[in-house]
């Protein structure tokens, strides 16, 4: 059994957050993810399985992932009446979702209106060990009454993407029990295929029967239940795209058929790699039962939804749990989450940083559509790495859409992914897939960078100009520090790397050298380009100025504000909001959380200070408590790390924002984990090996974890009690 800290539990349903729970209790296996949605439905619920790399057009936002027909539908008939948490009784309740384990529960007992009681227990899971596999196993036990139970298990190709249709059905049917639904994506012809089929025990007098209902085949069953005596229903499906299989309907059936063993034997499986991902993925606090919990039930989601077989794929901020952002990947992924998995299952990076090498024929595309050499990654990037930022959105209640300029101007993108590449590489020592894969995303966005700048003769020095940073309240900016000092990095990385490949895989620095056009004199030039470019800094203090002109906006107070509930762009409007002081998230800070090694805790404590009081810390992105609560760890500020690190965890857990319905916050679910690790645990990794001076909260107890380093298991193992004596 697993503790406290390994589940989230609710015990009572409240209709009003039904869709915050359907992200909260998502499961997933690396291939797709389920929305913890009822099996049997409840009324406006929103529920949704996401694949992998199943995206289709839609309008505004280009491509999306397409919710497929759902698996869940598990109706269940006591004597022919439906059960429903919004019809008869709900006498007790309890859904718990198993972190450890990655099961979904329920127990409830249900009095039906005509006056029959039964307890109800539903488990389901969705393979770990078999990425095709999804179970469900139902148990009623009458409580008051013999009679006629019935299950029908369907498959329901009746789904949609919030008002938007994206599948043609091919057709359905049922054969030997089984039944099977096939259906295509419209815009970009991506079959689905999946099987269903239901098993009953416990019971006398047991009939399997199918029914055909359009765009729904159901498995379905009817027994006798005798009172006080628990009869079982177990629902298994398989699930295949063309995507991986030619005729996906068939191996889905074939799957079935070929299946050995029941729901029992697929569970044991199933749980046998979760064990293995929270071997050495788990982050241990001891002492601070809440904050352990949103760990893990951070990595939690963030397992869930990584690739593990498919190097075409990435994850979006939503992981596979919601609708928002509609799968599109952005640097969330690199910067955020990328780093939990590079020290903790190397083989999970790489296969996400293989996404960013197979999308480069987008990102080249994007740079030649806009009059630049080189790749630059699209600011959301889909199935091909184009550019899928919407432009124009409508705002709500208004009649003018609102320009996004984020795909057009956001451009530290393709420093972020030059960077995760790189500081994969430093953890990992992974040469090969730096020579084979990583050093030419490095170095072609390198080109694009060399051909971006801009030379500015009057004051001799390089500038970006017209840019996003990652403080989105600001856009059209010049000489965003962020994104300079990235690009100085950059720059400098690019060459180290590109000496490199010279030195240890010369045939492989001949064909890049070829294909990239790269020549003496670009090595020069990016070594010119690292030194004149502009950043705005106060050398007396190390104050960065976030962008030109960032300080003669107005500077506003926001404990003025205060009380609020909506961010400050809600607030002010956004025109109004641009020309103030106010952030939406780090932005000049972010340069401290990615190149820590860079400034000096003078100019940490410089930048700290001024930004800090003029972020929108509660409603403002999400991504900012975990980046705050590390810095304040650095600059030696305990109760501060301490009091943004608990806004990062209760992100999801508390709904801080209102929109966990939406799907859970991914990268404020790997940045929490960096804060545990590099903040509390004060982790750093050097070239010339690793070292931790934990600074925990001075309630914990225990902060433990492990990580790869240079593909040997390592481990922090911090106890109060050992550091007192
Ligand atoms: O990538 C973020 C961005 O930094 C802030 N707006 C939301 C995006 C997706 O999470």
């Given at each position: 059994m697993s503790g406290v800290t390994w589940r989230v539990t609710e015990v009572v349903f409240d209709a009003a957050s039904q869709h915050a729970g359907e992200s909260l209790f998502a499961l997933g296996n690396g291939y797709l993810g389920t929305r913890g949605s009822f099996e049997e439905g409840f009324p406006g619920d929103w529920p949704a399985t996401f694949i992998h790399g199943v995206y289709d057009d839609v309008p505004i936002g280009h491509t999306e992932l397409a919710n497929v027909s759902n698996w869940l539908p598990f109706d269940l008939y006591v004597e022919g009446e439906h059960f429903s948490?919004?019809?008869?009784?709900?006498l007790n309740y309890q859904r718990e979702l198993v972190l450890r384990q990655g099961l979904l529960s329920r127990t409830l007992r249900w009095r039906s209106p005509a006056g029959r009681t039964v307890d109800i227990a539903v488990e389901r899971f969705v393979s770990l060990a078999d990425a095709h596999l999804c179970a469900i196993r139902y148990q009623v036990v009458p409580l008051d009454f013999d009679g006629q139970i019935e299950w029908r298990a369907g498959l329901n190709g009746h789904v949609e993407n919030r008002g938007v249709l994206h599948w043609d059905r091919l057709g359905q049917g049922a054969q030997s029990g089984i039944v099977w639904l096939r259906s295509r994506t419209r815009g970009t012809g991506i079959e689905l295929g999946q099987a269903g089929r239901l098993k009953v025990t416990g019971a006398e007098d047991v009939t399997h029967f199918c029914l055909d209902c359009d765009g729904q085949p159901v498995a379905a069953a009817r027994a006798r239940a005798r009172e006080g005596r628990a009869i079982v229903a177990e629902k298994t499906v398989a699930i295949f795209t063309s995507r991986e299989t030619p005729d996906p309907c068939a191996a889905a059936i074939e799957k079935l058929q070929n299946l050995r063993g029941g729901y029992n034997d697929l569970r044991t499986a199933h749980l046998a790699e979760w064990e293995k991902y929270w071997a050495v993925s788990d982050a241990i606090i001891e002492g601070d039962d809440e904050v352990q919990r949103a760990v893990r039930f951070g990595l939690f989601h963030l397992l869930a939804a990584a690739p593990w077989e498919d190097k075409h794929v990435s994850l979006g901020p939503k992981a596979l749990s919601g609708f928002a952002y509609r799968g599109h990947v952005f640097w969330d992924t690199e910067v955020f989450m990328l780093p939990f998995f590079t020290l903790t299952q190397p083989g999970l990076a790489r296969n996400l940083l293989m996404y960013r090498y197979h999308t480069l024929p987008g990102a080249r595309r994007k740079a030649a559509a806009n009059g630049f050499a080189g790749a630059q990654y699209a600011w959301e990037s889909a199935d091909t790495g184009d550019e899928v930022t919407p432009t124009w959105v409508p705002r709500q209640n208004q009649r003018d859409p609102v320009r996004i300029w984020t795909g057009d101007l956001e451009l530290h993108i393709s420093s972020d992914v030059a960077f995760a590449v790189w500081q994969y590489w430093q953890a990992t020592g992974d040469d090969s897939f730096m020579a084979d894969y990583g050093a030419e995303i490095i170095l072609d966005t390198a080109v694009f960078w060399s051909s971006r700048v801009e030379w500015n003769a009057e004051k001799s020095h390089y500038e970006i100009t017209n840019v996003v940073g990652p403080d989105e309240y600001h856009d059209r900016i010049n000489n965003n520090a962020f994104t300079n000092d990235l690009v100085r990095w950059h720059m400098e990385t690019a060459q180290q790397v590109w000496r490199w490949l010279e030195q240890k895989h010369p045939a492989r620095a001949a064909e890049l050298a070829d294909r990239l056009k790269l020549q003496t004199q670009t090595l020069a030039r990016w070594a010119e380009v690292a030194t004149r470019l502009c950043l705005p800094v106060d050398?007396?203090?190390?104050?960065?100025?976030?962008?030109?002109?960032y300080f003669h906006r107005r500077d506003v107070?926001?404990?003025?504000?205060?009380?609020?509930?909506?961010s400050m762009q809600a607030l002010l409007g956004i025109e109004e909001v641009g020309k103030t002081q106010i952030l939406k998230q780090p932005d000049v800070l972010m340069l401290f959380f990615m190149?820590?090694?860079?400034?000096d805790q003078c100019s940490l404590r410089a930048n700290w200070d001024y930004y800090v009081p003029r972020?929108?810390?509660?409603?403002?992105?999400?991504?900012?408590p975990p980046v705050h609560a590390l810095l304040a760890c650095e600059i030696g500020e305990p109760e501060a790390a301490y009091r943004h690190f608990c806004r990062a965890a209760q992100a999801d857990l508390g709904d801080v924002r209102g929109n966990t319905g939406d799907g859970i916050h991914a990268a404020s679910a790997g940045g929490l984990w960096q804060a545990v690790v590099f903040g509390f645990g004060g982790l750093r990794l050097t070239p010339e090996g690793w070292s931790a001076t934990p600074r925990p909260p001075?309630?914990?107890q225990r902060l433990a974890f492990r990580f790869y380093y240079r593909g040997k298991l390592e481990e922090v193992d911090w106890r109060r009690e050992t550091q007192s004596k």
């Open positions: 948490l919004d019809s008869g009784e709900v050398p007396s203090t190390g104050l960065l100025e976030q962008f030109e002109g107070n926001l404990a003025e504000y205060e009380p609020r509930t909506v190149l820590r090694d860079r400034y972020t929108d810390h509660t409603y403002g992105s999400s991504l900012g001075a309630h914990w």
